[in-house]
């Protein structure tokens, strides 16, 4: 369990690192080098690879804490609860550190340099109406980067649905499931939701399959 932490907090890290140089508007005719630089950065740093990867292990972890106790609506009430508690009191204190930034700073004014996303944000006028928007995930303008909480909050939500999917359903089952998110994945990339939800079930999927690899070595050492 620590080394997929470590793993979710390297993946994090890399997503991280390729934003801080995606300010950089793409202009390679002022900056020839900036073409071998980008390529350079997205092979050591793959970020979309990261945020899969992300994504799967987030589904993996999911798992282990539904397979504690058996699936009732009790249970999964404080499976909600505790998903909520882990998001919500680390979102509240950037949001308000993110507030203290720009009040204290500014917001970012329009930089020839810069990349349009990063002129883009924060470039609405901060209100009361916004903040508490910020603060309940609906939108996610302070941090841009928070999109992947209101994605794993919408997951959270359906996790439960596809766990008995994957617990309940056969081989059978499981792989058409998994080809037709794969499907909205490709034909519904549009919604961030539809692009992703196959890496947290797949993340889902692995758990049962890994568990008994360990269990078949274990016996085998046994022997």
Sequence with gaps: ??????????????????????????APEAFPTQTTLQTLVHVIFPGTTALITFFVISGYVLSLSLDRSETTIRNVMIFYMRRLFRIFPAHIVWIFIALGLLFTFGGPEDIPTADAWFNEMNSAPITVTLILANLALFVTSLIPGEWTLTLELIVYMIYPIMYLINRRGGVVVNVLFMLVLLACSFFLSDSKLFHYLYAFYFGLAAQPLYKRYIERISERKAV
Excluded: D, K, P
Excluded at 1 to 17: N, Y
């Design 1 to 26: 369990m620590t080394r997929l932490e470590s793993l979710r907090g390297c993946a994090a890290i890399i997503v991280a690192v390729v934003h801080s140089y995606a300010i950089f508007a793409y």
